[in-house]
């Protein structure tokens, strides 16, 4: 039997070159599956992503999703695309593993975990108060940097990486401090700075955007106090789950997480097209 990608629509393009396209997963000409794959709507027409694969309960376990993944690589070069991007959600553990069998790489991942009644007790000595605007713009350009590299990495150039962080950082914190919603905090030590904290309230739960240790005070633990204190805000505001990105080659933040009880909830795959 073969297995295809028959389209169910025209190219769908736009005049800065974005493509997507819906397809039917066929085996001799019957549908058995969608497939939905379209370009980047940040990082351009270099790189596409695999927005939906799914195959009918029925013809699960026979290879149909393995063919249809293939056949999509196929087209994204087709479309010059350099990269293939996918996110799984952490339930589907067959589909991470035909996607590690496939070539894709773990380039990040979502965790979150529910949050108790109460809020936890912070270390002896530790304290944790609100930024003030004189700490912001010194913050704000730190984390603007920090922000850039990591669309680089991503395949953005420079330049588009700063028109990103620019236009992201712009609509996250129009107000600065006093963003609604927002909670810029700084980790003190007995009197010493020590860390940064970006948590803000979302309509599914608190989210912890940025935690930080500063270089001069890491491995000493300040990196569990800032997230221990991160729940608290997250309780006083009344959220009752919170969520965090780590990127796949922060072993130590991953492992803090882990110890805390985040779990994940989302992978997020790459795969590079030769």
Not at 172 to 191: C, I, K, M, W, Y
Not at 210 to 231: C, N, Q
């Amino acid at each position: 039997m073969t297995t295809t990608l028959r389209p169910t629509e025209p190219l769908q393009r736009t005049p800065d070159g974005a493509r997507s396209r819906h397809y039917a997963v066929c085996v001799n000409s019957r549908p058995v599956g969608t497939l939905h794959l379209a370009t980047h709507p940040v990082f351009g027409p270099s790189v596409a992503q695999i927005l939906d694969l799914r195959i009918d309960e029925p013809d699960r376990g026979r290879g149909r999703g393995t063919v249809a993944a293939l056949a999509a690589e196929e087209v994204a070069r087709g479309w010059n695309c350099r990269r293939l991007e996918a996110s799984v959600p952490a339930p589907q553990q067959a589909l991470l593993r035909l996607a590690g069998a496939l070539g894709y790489v773990e380039r990040n991942r979502n965790m979150a975990k529910a949050l108790p009644d109460r809020p936890p007790a912070l270390p002896e000595g530790s304290v944790g108060r609100r930024m003030t605007d004189a700490e912001y713009a010194p913050w704000l350009a730190h984390e603007k940097q920090q922000y850039e590299r990591t669309v680089i990495d991503r395949g953005a150039t420079p330049e588009e990486a700063r028109e990103k962080s620019e236009r992201d950082h712009a609509a996250l914190l129009p107000d600065g401090v006093a963003t609604p919603d927002v909670l810029l905090s700084v980790l003190e030590q007995r009197g010493v700075t020590v860390g940064t904290l970006w948590v803000a309230q979302r309509p599914d739960g608190a989210y912890i955007y940025d935690v930080e240790v500063a270089p001069d005070h890491r491995g000493r633990g300040h990196g569990r106090s800032l997230m221990l204190y991160a729940e608290a805000d997250a309780i006083a505001a009344g959220a009752t789950r919170i969520g965090l990105n780590v990127f796949a080659g922060n072993t130590p933040a991953l492992r803090l997480y882990e110890s805390l009880g985040y779990e994940p909830t989302q992978y997020h795959l790459y795969k590079q097209l030769l």
